[in-house]
């Protein structure tokens, strides 16, 4: 008996002691905080309608150097329908706010929210109905007009009109006209010069049309969230924006001017945009994997737009040998 019930005592133990232990793993699980939280006030809006955005960044996931947060809404084709940057508060909190009208606002699909931090990114989704009334106010009733009895007018004698003399003006001369600059330029000194370190890429912008076509915002993002985020990246695009913007507004010019040139560069930019594709799948959170990385994408690009090409042109002039 003795025995029996000490069994009993130490089985009963065991099962307090496990479900204890089990209890604050769960409960430290669920405490576990996102590194970039993103969410919406709605699941679903119809148009014309408000949609709020917010967030937070988690206390770890800070980044040395301020950054804004990044937020993109995609529309169910891949268009995206609104962009915007934001600064944290002191709480690491974001929030903004979107008007879902125009015509790239398609009712019945889903639309799907990005937030971008640094290396970190999350995103969410809702519903756009379109035009059925979500969230739409009822209209108060108009009141009828009240109609006022109209005064009869008093007639005022009217003064005798006084003749001032007429100066007449000596005409200015006119200003000479300003040579306009194209975009991504501004003027300086009477010539067009790149603007500083941080504007946009101009032959992309250029050969797609807009700073907002996806192909330019790709590129952004690329150069904001993953490359400026370390020292290497950092000094490697001070270095090329010398080189870089001592041509492209020459080049962007002539895009303007040349559609079938316009074509020709929005052909070789695309071995490009894939190579950079790469970034997108890789988390670079050291300098040594920003040095390996960066230089790995800049031997493919050296071998895609030079070794290749000279390599068939070699091939081709021994066959005719």
């Known amino acids: ?27 430290a699980e669920g405490s576990q905080e996102a590194p970039l939280s993103i969410n919406t006030d709605f699941p679903a809006y119809a148009e014309d ?3 709020n955005v917010f967030g937070k960044v988690r ?11 990044t937020i993109q809404i995609i529309n169910p084709d891949g268009s995206i329908v609104g962009i915007d940057q934001l600064s944290l508060d002191s709480n690491n909190e974001y929030s903004t706010s979107f008007v879902a009208t125009g015509q790239l606002w398609k009712a019945g699909g889903d639309y799907i929210v990005k937030a971008y931090y640094g290396v970190q990114k999350n995103e969410t989704t809702f519903t756009f109905a379109g035009g059925d009334g979500i969230r739409t106010a009822t209209p108060e009733p108009v009141p009828e007009p009240v109609v006022e009895p109209v005064p009869e007018p008093v007639v005022e004698p009217v003064p005798e009109p006084v003749v001032e003399p007429v100066v007449i003006a000596e005409p200015e001369p006119e200003p000479e ?37 996806p192909q330019v915002q790709f590129l952004r993002e690329i150069r904001d969230n993953t490359v400026l985020q370390t020292q ?12 870089y913007y001592s041509f492209s507004p020459a080049v962007a010019d002539y895009e303007r001017e040349n559609p079938v040139f316009k074509e020709a560069v929005k052909l070789s930019l695309t071995p490009l945009l894939t190579s950079l594709a790469i970034l997108n799948y890789v988390d670079i959170d050291t300098e040594q994997e920003m040095l390996g990385y960066g230089i790995g994408v800049i031997l493919l690009n050296i071998g895609m737009y030079f070794v290749a090409p000279a390599a068939v042109i070699i ?5 005719r040998k």
């Open 49 to 51: 309608s408000t949609i």
């Open 59 to 69: 206390e770890s996931s800070l980044a040395k150097n301020v950054t804004p947060v």
């Open 315 to 319: 091939a081709i002039k021994n066959r």
């Open 177 to 213: 006209p300003e040579p306009m600059c194209g975009e991504g330029t501004v003027l300086e000194d009477g010539k067009c010069v790149a603007e500083e370190k941080g504007g946009g890429c101009l032959i992309a912008t250029a050969a797609y049309g807009s700073e907002m076509a």
């Open 1 to 27: 008996m003795k025995v029996a019930g000490l069994s009993s005592i130490f089985l009963l133990t065991i099962c307090i002691l496990s479900y204890s232990l089990t209890g604050a793993a769960n409960a």
């Open 232 to 243: 290497s990246g950092t000094a490697f695009m001070t270095g090329f924006n010398q080189f």
